[in-house]
């Protein structure tokens, strides 16, 4: 009859239930375990690699990240990764307000630049009021002035040999000052390929929500990416170099947050 | 399987072949995926445990969020939904770590990594979020192409008459036997239709709206889900959903003859009761 049992489910329920619970219970120390397994991980980064390729595809060189109207704008733009950075010679240019900082380009180039903050400022300009996604899952509206990467590049002159971008920041987002920690080891930086480079959105921002940068923000210059996630926007930057790999740089992955077990392509 | 059975006759089938061995495949592969995905996004959520309406974080006003704050008592956990504010210590906000109260949104026990990581995290998610999504792909090309869907799925107007019936027969934990079992009630039916048809879908368009770079080649899904913040919403939202059918649904398994459920769903074969006659109802 209908609400009889089969003779199979008078095995006891209760034990199948105790035996679910401890298959789970041990199910997740084992993802603990494969999460530190440095073959498991590379197992989980090919998916990483899968999704930059189809991205890329999907985007191609110049699909524009959506704009928004002034009225978009976060009243409080939330500030994260360094906003007070401590380091000494970061100290000395906010002092003076940035007078003797100068954006150095170099590495794989023609030229290698050095401009100053009004140089800066002289060249063509481009202004976007975009989104902001923090890989933490928040997001703010701002709006952005500076030079297109792109210009700048074009200026150095990028050598047929250079694949990647590097931005090398003034802030050491972990303790600089902890004693026996070498400050350069754990310096921010960060690298895109040159297909970002050279997308329209991509700029070198001195302006925030029209007025000069501020430190929080990453003054006197900071990065905009706008198909990728907030780690990749590098503040404080100090100098541009063009390399052919990032392998030699810190830990090796092209980026501070890179080398702390974050992916590199950042568009998701 | 046109086999017309004839109540009460003596030569009724005992065992029938209930699942499809692409069907027994494909929800293998989805259950271990949920499960993870599932854990992991609890890691991610917990790395800045607020929901919000629209494009930006309105930081003052989330719509859900889980925090914690010191007091005389020690750590207290609180979950904020829509401005009221429940106290969850023990398990959201404030939760044991390590035999250790600790801030955490969601507890140690349900997220993978354990311990908060949210680099890995989002290895694991993306990882099977991609093999959720082709062994959805296969399953859905498979399920057209073998008319699954219209044959198996989609209630006809008399079973859609029975609805009331059927809940109190389920309220009961009273289930077809003999022939009626070889067909999925009309709740079973309308349960996962919602579960491949709206909430899965659900999750895979509202968490590519998370992506930035999606965002520039489709900004359309930001129109469709009113803004970035609120497709975060909606995927937390369908993700409960999920979970919540998982929970009814593993019930449903135990309470309706588990281990006839648990070998139909592995070797495809399920006991329709029949010791030699049909129950004739």
Known sequence: ?268 | MAAVLTPASPVAERWYRRHAGLVRITHGINVVCFALLLMSGLQIFNAHPALYVGERSDFDHPTLAIRAHQSERGLVGETMILGHSFDTTGVLGASSEDGEISRRAFPSWITIPSYQDLATGRRWHFFFAWLLVLNGLIYLAWGIASRHFGKDLLPRRVELGHIGREVLEHLRLRFPRGAAAKRYNVLQQLAYLLVVFVLFPLMILTGLTMSPAIDSAVPQLLTLFGGRQTARLIHFAAASGLALFVIVHLVMVLVSGVWNNLRSMVTGWYDLGNQGTTDGR
């Open chain 1, 1 to 268: 009859m209908a609400g009889d049992r089969l003779p199979s489910d008078r095995l006891d329920r209760r034990g199948l239930l105790k035996a679910l619970a401890a298959v789970g219970g041990l199910a997740v120390s084992g993802c603990d375990r494969l999460s530190n397994e440095p073959r498991f991980r590379s197992v989980l980064d090919a998916a990483n690699s899968l999704t930059y390729r189809v991205q890329r595809l999907l985007i191609g060189a110049d699909r524009l990240a959506p704009e928004y109207g002034e009225a978009d704008i976060s009243p409080a733009f939330r500030a994260n990764g360094s906003t007070d950075p401590q380091d000494e010679k970061y100290l000395d240019l906010v002092g003076n307000h940035f007078a003797d900082w100068r954006l150095k380009v170099h590495g794989l180039v023609e030229h290698e630049l050095s401009l100053s903050l009004e140089a800066l400022r002289a060249l063509p300009a481009r202004t976007q009021i975009t989104r902001h996604d923090c890989v933490e899952g928040w997001s703010c509206i701002g709006k952005w002035t500076g030079v297109p990467l792109a210009a700048i590049l074009s200026r150095a002159g990028v050598r047929p040999e250079a694949r990647f971008v590097v931005f090398h920041c003034a802030d050491t987002l972990d303790d600089g000052g902890a004693f026996g920690v070498d400050p350069e080891s754990i310096r921010y930086y960060e690298s895109i390929d040159l297909i970002d480079a050279a997308h329209p959105q991509t700029i070198l921002a001195y302006d925030m929500n029209g007025k000069p940068l501020t430190v929080p923000y990453g003054a006197p210059l900071r990065l905009r990416l706008e198909r990728q996630l907030g780690y990749k926007m590098a503040k404080y930057i100090m100098r541009i170099e063009l390399v052919q790999s990032f392998a030699h740089l810190q830990g090796g992955r092209g980026g501070y947050w890179e080398d702390r077990g974050y992916e590199w392509y950042a568009g998701i």
